[in-house]
């Protein structure tokens, strides 16, 4: 009788095993997939700064095989200045080109380092983009047809 007591003790015994075999296993993955991921995320990183790093360099003569993409960050770089600049001008002030300053753009000189402002010209209409409507397609009705 004691017998059987002890097979059963020993078959929960081994679930048992079993189970905390299968829990450290899925915490000693969770862990190393938590610390890939931070691996991951510093390369991340990394790639940005190294990147960063070479278009500031090496913009002007980077290697052919990642010029675009150098170009291209060189491109979006200007076109946010553009875009930052024009919203300046909508709330009617003009960066100093020497010290950064926003200063009105009515102003002569920058307030903050005493520059003389350079103005751009004034901002330029919205390019109007409407296509032309005014052709009339070939199988048009037209008004003599009745
Ligand atoms: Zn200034």
């Known amino acids: 009788m004691s017998d059987i007591f002890d097979k059963i003790g020993q078959t929960f015994s081994d679930i048992g095993d079993s189970v905390s075999e299968k829990s450290k296993y899925v915490a000693e993955t969770a862990k190393l997939n938590a610390k890939i ?8 990183s990394n790639y940005s700064d190294i990147g960063r790093y070479y278009v ?14 150098v170009l291209a960050v060189v491109k979006s770089k200007e076109l946010i200045c553009e875009m930052e600049s024009k919203i300046l001008a909508l709330k009617g002030y ?3 080109t020497a ?6 753009f009515e102003d002569k000189f920058c ?10 010209a004034a901002p ?5 983009i409407t296509p032309n409507v005014s052709v009339v397609p070939d199988d048009a ?3 003599d047809k009745v």
């Open 111 to 120: 307030g903050k380092c005493g520059a003389l402002l350079e103005k751009p």
């Open 56 to 69: 500031e360099h090496f913009s002007d003569n980077a290697d052919p095989g990642i010029s675009d993409k």
């Open 37 to 44: 991921l931070q691996e991951k995320s510093s390369i991340g």
């Open 94 to 96: 003009v960066k100093c």
């Open 124 to 128: 330029a209409p919205e390019e109007d």
């Open 99 to 104: 010290c950064g300053a926003n200063v009105p």
């Open 141 to 143: 009705p037209s008004d």
